[in-house]
């Protein structure tokens, strides 16, 4: 079977600098507390009606395409992974695919939130083994900054975030031994609630507790008052420790799972590209693995968490700055709401 490898790689990020002395403006927050939790100095915030997500992922598709060396019209599939879509439905490759006027081909969303990147790449990896694909263009875009509340009560949830995209092309690799060497894909539903955004779903209970008189009618109808959307009902929620203690603990198992399967240890990684979840757990990975610093890119400093958007954005940044050559043995792993975990090598 011929391996896949990344034949384009772009990111896009809004023009809108929010500093943590920016955020001080709206919450009760500060530099200090965010930068010794997180690391995170600045985010970028996309234009609240000039920019989606799908908007944000096509300037960053048209970078990836244009460095594949092809046009929109090559693509024959698109995976678009998004936790913050345009649209409840339909998803946001199709959306893409009309912006960018390529041809009928098909377009998947994944969910799969911070390790929606691998989930998407991994399938993207499998067409191109098939021989069913040749041009796939995979991204991951977030706009964090619509549905956030940016008052006190949430403030550990909407410090961490940001918005941007990252997007590659996928290619048959030319050599062998070159391009994706595996994907590692992994969920635990036992915590889903611990990291999640519940409305609006199915799940009414979730956010719209049964209350005697309501719903008054008796199918569909079931809509949030404006009471229970000021409540904070429709915000997202974040065990943080919760995370961060299955974090530490997943991210070091699913790398090594990779370098086990491909006979590697950890000091054969050239780069290890981490999702940007907070500078704090890429340390902590970093230490576990025993790998020195110019071994792990980490970009959260100045864009925050762009959940699906950050391992696209920072393995593009790492590419453009000369730290990523061909030969280079690439690391890609994530961690997220789900819980989900992946990871993928790449020989460069
Ligand atoms: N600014 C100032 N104070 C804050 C803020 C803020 N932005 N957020 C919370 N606090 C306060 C709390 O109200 C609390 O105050 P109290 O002691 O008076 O009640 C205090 O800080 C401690 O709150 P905790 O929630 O316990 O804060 P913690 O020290 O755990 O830090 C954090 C929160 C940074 C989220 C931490 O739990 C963490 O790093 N978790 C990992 C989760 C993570 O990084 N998620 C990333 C997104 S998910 C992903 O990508 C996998």
Request: charge should be negative.
């Amino acid at each position: 079977m011929q391996s896949s490898k990344i034949a384009g790689i772009g990111y896009y990020v809004p023009k809108n600098v929010y500093t943590n002395d920016d955020l001080s403006r709206f919450m009760e927050t500060s530099d200090q507390w965010i930068r010794e939790r997180t690391g995170i100095q600045e985010r970028r915030f996309a234009d609240r009606y000039a920019e989606t997500t799908t908007t944000m992922g096509v300037e960053a598709a048209k970078i990836a395409i244009e460095r594949a060396g092809i046009t929109a019209q090559d693509i024959d599939f698109i995976v678009f992974a998004t936790l913050s879509p345009d649209y409840y439905f339909p998803g946001c490759g199709v959306l893409l695919q009309r912006e960018m006027k390529m041809k009928e081909v098909g377009a998947l969303d994944v969910r799969n939130q911070c390790s929606g990147f691998l989930y998407a790449l991994s399938v993207a990896d499998q067409y191109i083994k098939t021989g069913m694909y040749k041009n796939i263009l995979v991204v991951g875009s977030e706009k964090h900054s619509f549905a956030m509340d940016f008052e006190t009560r949430s403030r550990n949830v909407s410090v961490i975030f940001g918005d941007g995209a990252g997007a590659v092309v996928l290619q048959p690799a030319a050599k062998a031994g070159q391009g994706i060497l595996s994907t590692h894909l992994h969920s635990d539903g036992a915590d889903a609630e611990l990291l999640a955004m519940y409305y609006p779903g199915s799940h009414a209970n979730k956010w719209m507790p049964e209350q005697p008189g309501y719903p008054e009618q008796e199918l569909g109808g079931l809509f949030m008052t404006c009471e229970q959307l000021e409540s904070g009902a429709a915000l997202p929620f974040m065990d943080g420790p919760a995370v961060f203690k299955k974090a530490v603990a997943k991210f070091p198992e699913v790398i090594n799972e990779a370098l086990a399967v491909n006979g590697l240890k950890a000091g054969d990684i050239d780069l290890l590209v981490p999702h940007q979840a907070n500078l704090r757990i890429s340390q902590y990975v970093q230490q576990l693995l025993g790998l020195p610093d110019d071994k792990v890119f980490n970009n959260i400093q100045k864009y925050g968490n762009t959940t699906a958007a950050s391992v696209p954005i920072a393995l593009c940044e790492a590419w453009e700055a000369g730290k990523v050559k061909e030969g280079d043995l690439v690391c890609l792993a994530a961690f997220g709401s789900g819980f989900t975990w992946a990871s993928a090598l790449i020989r460069w």
